[in-house]
């Protein structure tokens, strides 16, 4: 089946300008996760959402950084006012529920990578 | 924190050799996950081994796990030029709903 995709892949933008970043879920996933990847260091934690609640935000690092997922599936992250130290990949995972046999894997998209210039 | 620490930060050999990556953590956990990323499959689950097992096995890989010692090894073995890659550790417990937290990870290079 299908996996998590991601889109848009590459997004280059100017600082200041506001990113609205997309992930599709694998169908029927109930977790959704949002990390941040800097060059050379291994992904950090940004927020999680178990269905439409945002249950875990604690890795937002400032108001800038919001995600939605308003029916559960698709999701958003959007970053305001973008600054140079925004650049990175961002990657969405989504796992299954709980209960699953594979409900603590986490099925992680492409990625978006993101320059601000 | 739950954040697991990869050992070494680099790793390069030929192909057919054995690869052994080492990860440490600091606090108990309810299980450890292996993670592989590379440019052409971005990040990928590769074994979870729960805090009572001691080893698992998937194929080419091989997990330990020493809770006493709070640290975890995968072994690669019969290396192709494919399993280059990073190579991160995750060790999980604390939340309920399996929030991951990756050190820096292994990079390792197989050369053909």
């Known amino acids: 089946g299908a996996g998590v995709s991601q889109s848009p892949r590459y997004k280059v933008a100017k600082r200041g300008q506001d990113v609205a970043l997309r992930c599709d879920p694998i169908?029927?996933?109930?977790?959704l996760f949002w990390y941040q990847q800097a060059l050379g260091q291994g992904p950090e934690f940004l927020t999680y959402f178990q269905n439409e609640a945002q249950l875990d935000k604690s890795g937002l690092p400032s108001d800038r950084f919001f995600a939605e997922r308003p029916e559960g599936s698709v999701s958003t992250l959007k970053i305001q006012r973008t600054q140079q130290e925004d650049s990175a990949v961002y990657l969405c995972?989504?796992?299954?529920?709980?209960?699953?046999?594979?409900?603590?894997?986490?099925?992680f998209g492409p990625g978006t990578r993101l320059l601000v210039l | 924190s739950q954040q697991g620490e990869e050992d070494p930060q680099a790793l390069s050999i030929q192909e057919g050799e054995n690869a052994t990556m080492n990860c440490s953590y600091k606090t108990s956990i309810n299980n450890l996950q292996w993670y592989r990323q590379n440019s052409g499959r971005g990040l990928v689950h590769l074994i979870l081994i729960r805090s009572n097992e001691r080893e698992k096995h998937s194929g080419r890989l091989r997990v330990t796990l020493d809770t006493s010692k709070k640290s975890s090894s995968l072994l690669i073995t019969a290396s192709r030029a494919a399993d280059t890659a990073s190579y991160f550790c995750a060790p999980t417990g604390g939340t309920s709903y399996g929030k991951l937290t990756f050190g820096q990870g292994t990079i390792l290079t197989v050369h053909p």
């Open positions: 169908s029927g996933h109930v977790s």
């Open positions: 995972a989504s796992s299954p529920r709980w209960g699953a046999e594979d409900q603590e894997t986490q099925y």
